[in-house]
């Protein structure tokens, strides 16, 4: 898999540490998938909802029946290995996990591709979306 294909094949995307704040990166980017279509799934234990949408305080709080495709993360390096074993809590495992633009964890990627997950790290979700579309 490529990351133009993980984009171009996915609907939805949980945003763990998504912010409430329109300043912050989470919530920009969040908000940039959103208006080229994706279905956005806010993860923080701070918020009840984001731009009206409800949140989860975890990625293995969300319920079953949603298929989340992308698990796109906004947390310190050092935190993405718990957020990734929390991911893989889920009994339907998403098709990519996303560390953001400037976070980088080896062993979140060894428990992502132990797993079989597409890995993705120290790369924007929108920028990428964004080259992924002009690139169809």
């Known amino acids: 898999m490529t990351i133009p294909e993980l984009l171009r094949t996915s609907k939805t995307i949980a945003v763990v540490g998504i912010s409430d704040d329109p300043e912050r990166p989470s919530f920009q980017v969040a908000s940039q998938l959103m208006r080229r279509g994706y279905t956005i799934v806010p993860i923080n234990p701070r918020l009840r909802e984001w731009r009206g949408i409800q949140a989860y305080p975890y990625v293995s709080s969300i319920p079953e029946e949603i298929e989340v495709d992308i698990v796109d993360i906004f947390r310190r390096s050092e935190a993405t290995p718990d957020?990734?074993?929390?991911?893989?809590?889920?009994?339907?495992?998403?098709?990519?996990?996303?560390?953001?633009?400037?976070?980088?964890?080896?062993?979140?990627?060894q428990l992502a591709e132990d797993a079989?997950?597409?890995?993705?790290?120290?790369?924007?979700?929108?920028?990428?979306?964004?080259?992924?579309?002009?690139?169809?």
């Open 116 to 136: 079989s997950i597409f890995f993705v790290e120290d790369h924007c979700t929108a920028v990428e979306a964004a080259l992924a579309r002009a690139r169809v």
């Open 83 to 109: 957020t990734v074993r929390d991911v893989l809590k889920r009994p339907r495992k998403p098709r990519g996990i996303w560390l953001q633009q400037s976070i980088i964890n080896t062993e979140a990627r």
